[in-house]
Nanobody, 116 residues
Framework: VQLQASGGGLVQAEGSLRLSCAAS????????MGWFRQAPGKEREFVAS????????AYSDFVKGRFTISKDNAENTMYLQMNSLKPEDTAVYYC??????????WGQGTQVTVSS
């Protein structure tokens, strides 16, 4: 299984970015997936998740209303649209695949830096 996260970069506060996570080596359409992030000196934290069909999503309180998770099963790709970015959103963002109730497969991460 390979997960390739991309789309990070440097953006000013209130700006937007769209992260992508391209998956290979698995039947993408049957897995729940999620985004996590890790800021310097902090533990990795949950950002958002989406069910295998895309029919249900969940968000952490600190991104609710600003971020939108989606997945395209035809393209084997998951997305995270991030709007109204804040400096505290600065982190390395990771995508992950859930299997047997655990986050089993992880991408390499993409850096998001939000300047004030």
């Amino acid at each position: 299984v390979q997960l390739q996260a991309s789309g990070g970069g440097l953006v000013q506060a209130e700006g937007s970015l769209r992260l992508s996570c391209a998956a290979s080596g698995l039947t993408f359409s049957i897995y729940n997936m999620g985004w996590f992030r890790q800021a310097p000196g902090k533990e990795r934290e949950f950002v958002a998740s989406i069910t295998w069909s895309g029919g249900s999503t969940a968000y952490s309180d600190f991104v609710k209303g600003r971020f939108t998770i989606s997945k395209d099963n035809a393209e084997n790709t998951m997305y995270l649209q991030m709007n109204s970015l804040k400096p505290e959103d600065t982190a390395v963002y990771y995508c992950a695949v859930q299997s047997q109730r655990s986050w089993r497969y992880w991408g390499q991460g993409t850096q998001v830096t939000v300047s004030s």
